[in-house]
């Protein structure tokens, strides 16, 4: 039996009996009944996932999970195809967003190359970068399927192998992606998946014009009906539609379900990885946190087929697991809020 | 001249230079245009608010401004008024939300007392408790005003010197409030200076049902009709209708003003205290950084008189300075973008 199987068979839903153990502790603490909300509701959700009334919050890893894309050929994104090496380059010398987010949330950073059309072996030789490379790039989706189902099922194993050698001991982790033109197979999956038009899940990703909108969208038209995808089929979206990071970032999310820890999931392209681990394990929705709405409007719609509400909404649209990491910082709130504030009976505070 | 209008005498406008410099510098990194959204937007206002392009934002500060309300005895509240006590108690024992959140920002706690209606001198004595002392809990302004003019400039001049004395060396401050009942005369002052009707800026506080919701309406009707409370006299308003805590806030925020600091607006109750500070100087907004919108639906309408988007969106609805503690690492993540992200010459990425 494969990696992807194993990790599949060891994913259960959320603990009921740590989270109804939460709610009832919680309720006893000094405020208004359920004061601080969705902290609140994030708490129960980390003790369903981590079975602990006390869980962990100091070790973080943030994966980002980088590949190219023969879509980017079509004249779907503002920036050339180099920057996907370029920037791998700076996340390995510290110099991009992400970076400097993880420094404030204290989170490690795990960069894995899925399949960045460029030479990095300078970059692994150094352990400055994990390679789980599958080709130099997809093939391009508008002519057909952007990679063959092993290569699907190899991406999604290299995300969770990336996990569980490189990120076991983390108590929160985070997705991130990096990979220009990748927007739009991530419009392609939930499109898919979400039965979406595709003009209602397109977006401008780094920042196109209309015309080049209107453009990509047509690119997302062709690609579904170029390639037929069956939504109920993980593998059948990935391989047809997807993008080896895309695969990646799926397969660090069910790691992280086998495992029991929270994935704080990131932006579009990483909704567009849940989206695909969802359909292989509905139970793996169970061990997402959605760090933050962006300003691509698909991202929303996702958030609505995995059932989940986002903790932040500041605007972004960067990826890389920037949004990842900035709500991290709240997972520790809500488990400092679990731990730490006195009962009314211990404070003795007066009750309602 | 009076402590009060020597620090409304130093306040200015934003640096519109340092804004502009931030804007140039931030439009160089590493990303698509403007891709961290209200992250660069705040980078740019902290720039303009301390005149760096390299803010500190290590010593952070919360304000907790402690008080009673005579209004408190009119069945306003689900909790009996030695909630406001027992809490401050429990804030200078670590056992509150505000004391657990704070540890997850590192931020320190100064707790202050501004008119509760209780023996706090041994926690003065101590060194836990500041005391800027009114007299015990205001008097009910469904019958008269609050208090006297003198002890309105008292309490904000109360709230000056908490920041000169205890966090004059803060890099980011915070409000935060305690008081039972202090949602009553906090929907007052949102009413009367935004010209909103009663009922569309009172809420349920700690949580009150549909009938006492319907009184407390009622009570904040009757206090500004018995009042008449002039929407342009900062000094009126905050005597007929508002606390000793809420001029405390409004003064935390003159001073963070004066002395160029960002300083976050916490709950309902400190967006009444951001009104009595905007009246009496409106350029103390450009150093309100809103930190969050409440279940309070009379929050957002504050916001929406100061000219403020909240950063936070999470039902919080307990105060204490619970949302400005969270927002502090948002300012982090904003100085950190400024200042570690490497620009498209530095890192050698392709512009688009």
Redesign the interface.
Same mark, same amino acid.
């Given at each position: 039996m494969g990696l992807l199987n194993e990790t599949l068979l060891k994913i259960e839903p959320q603990d009921t009996d740590y989270r109804h153990r939460a709610r009832n502790h919680l309720e006893q %603490? #000094?405020?208004?009944?359920w004061?601080?909300? /969705?902290?609140m509701d994030l708490a129960i959700d980390i003790a369903g996932i981590t079975r602990s009334l006390t869980p962990a919050h100091e070790k973080r890893t943030v994966l980002v999970m980088a590949g190219d894309h023969g879509v980017a050929s079509e004249g779907v994104s &503002?920036?050339?195809k180099?920057?996907t090496v370029?920037?791998v &380059? =700076?996340f390995t010398?510290g110099? *991009?967003?992400v =970076? *400097?987010?993880a !420094? !404030? *949330?204290k989170a490690s950073i795990v960069i894995v190359d899925m399949g960045v059309d460029g030479d990095l072996d300078e970059l692994v030789k150094n352990n400055q970068l994990v390679s789980c490379k599958i080709r130099r790039g997809t093939s391009s989706i508008t002519s057909g399927p952007a990679m063959k189902k092993e290569e699907a099922i190899r991406s999604i194993e290299g995300g969770i192998s990336a996990v569980l050698l490189h990120a076991a001991d983390a108590d929160i982790i985070g997705t991130g992606d990096m990979g220009i033109g990748n927007t739009t197979p991530s419009s392609a999956i939930t499109a898919c998946i979400t039965e979406s038009r595709p003009e209602d899940v397109t977006g401008r990703? #780094?920042?196109i014009d209309d015309r080049v909108l209107k453009h990509k969208i047509g690119v997302v038209k062709k690609a579904l009906s170029v390639n037929s995808p069956d939504k109920n089929n993980a593998i059948d979206v990935l391989s047809k539609v997807g993008g080896f990071e895309i695969g990646g970032i799926a397969g660090v999310i069910l790691a992280a379900a086998s495992l029991q820890k929270p994935v704080l999931v990131d932006g579009f392209i990483s909704t567009a990885g849940a989206l695909i681990a969802a359909l292989l394990a509905p139970d793996a929705k169970d061990y997402m946190i959605a760090a933050h709405n962006s300003?691509e409007h698909g991202h929303m719609l996702a958030w609505k087929w995995l059932g989940k509400k986002p903790?932040?909404?500041?605007?972004? /649209?960067?990826g890389e697991g #920037?949004g990842a990491v %900035?709500a991290m =910082? %709240?997972i520790?709130?809500a488990i /400092?809020?679990m731990?730490?504030?006195?009962t009314f009976d211990?404070?003795?505070?007066? &009750? *309602?």
């Open positions: %603490l #000094t405020m208004p009944h004061a601080l909300g /969705r902290l &503002k920036y050339p180099e920057v370029q920037m &380059k =700076n010398a110099g *991009a967003a =970076n *400097a987010l !420094q !404030q *949330a990703g #780094t920042g300003v903790l932040l909404d500041l605007d972004l /649209r960067l #920037t %900035l =910082n %709240l520790e709130a /400092r809020i731990t730490e504030v006195s211990e404070a003795e505070v007066s &009750k *309602a």
